[in-house]
């Protein structure tokens, strides 16, 4: 037998057949490197992507779709159910690619995110202002179709919502410099109908800090808060969408929103 120090009070007594098996084992641990967190992970290869990176059609499609599963039901089974056999192809390039990314959840299913930089560029979440660009851009003018009405009511009440996605994708092509600036943003939401929401980012600024002082106090329904800011129901619901959709916020039960 022999004895070692531990720490400045305590000696451990140890076979001296243990000895070597217990330095190689801590020789390892030495070397072995950190295991970073789900979050360092995600976020590691997400900078990882280049600013250059384009997506085909065919990728944002797919991207698209995975974008209409909540973030906590995208496991790998749910996800691959909605894909075609074609676009289960493109899913393989996006994953080696790591356009998408691939983890272990809570529940231990394999789940699927898709990283902060590729949503914010191409899935009309919130852009990135530049040191370059004017943080004062607006809403600019449409020259193509002037007189698109979901524009014009967009940039009339601060908010349209959209049905379908052929009417978002033709929104967020007339307003892609706004988008880019950071100066319009956008989300889909939960319910059964899938809506699309998309804000003016002055409009979202002006509401979301009441929104979310008041639900540091207790749990609203979407109804109730509209009324207390004397706001329109779709406004509240935007907001709050891109706010769940940014962590700060979960929907408790359909409707009714509490602090995350």
């Known amino acids: ?9 305590s000696f451990l007594f140890v076979k001296n057949s243990d000895v070597t098996s217990m330095l190689q084992s801590k020789a390892a641990r030495q ?14 290869r997400s900078s990882a992507i280049s600013m250059e990176y384009q997506p085909s059609s065919e990728e944002l499609s797919v991207l698209k779709k995975i974008d209409t599963i909540r973030y906590d039901n995208r496991t790998q089974e749910n996800t691959l159910k909605i894909l075609s056999e074609p676009e289960k192809k493109v899913m393989q390039r996006l994953l080696s ?26 899935l009309m979440r919130k852009k990135p202002v530049s040191k370059e660009e004017p943080h004062n851009f607006i809403v600019p003018k449409v020259t193509k179709e002037p007189e698109d009405e979901n524009v014009a009511e967009l940039q009339s009440k601060g908010i349209i919502v959209l ?20 100066q319009v943003l956008g989300t889909r ?3 059964k109908n899938r809506e699309f929401y998309i804000l003016l980012r002055s409009y979202f ?3 979301a800090q009441s929104i979310l002082k008041k639900l540091r106090e207790r749990s609203y329904r979407v109804s ?25 916020v979960m929907e408790k039960k359909r409707e009714v929103f509490q602090i995350a």
């Open 1 to 9: 037998m022999g004895f070692f120090r531990a720490d400045n009070r």
């Open 31 to 44: 070397e072995e490197p950190a295991r970073a967190r789900p979050a360092e992970l995600l976020q590691s």
């Open 189 to 191: 939401s939960f319910s």
């Open 97 to 122: 690619s790591s356009t998408v990314v691939q983890f272990k959840g809570k529940d231990g299913k394999d789940h699927y995110s898709i990283p902060k930089s590729i949503y914010d560029r191409f």
């Open 205 to 207: 600024d002006r509401y």
């Open 224 to 248: 109730d808060i509209a009324k207390e800011l004397n706001i329109s129901e779709d406004g509240a619901r935007g907001i709050l969408c891109i706010l769940a959709e940014n962590g700060d």
């Open 163 to 182: 049905q379908t996605e052929a009417e978002a994708s033709k929104v967020s092509l007339l307003l892609e410099q706004s988008i880019r600036h950071g």
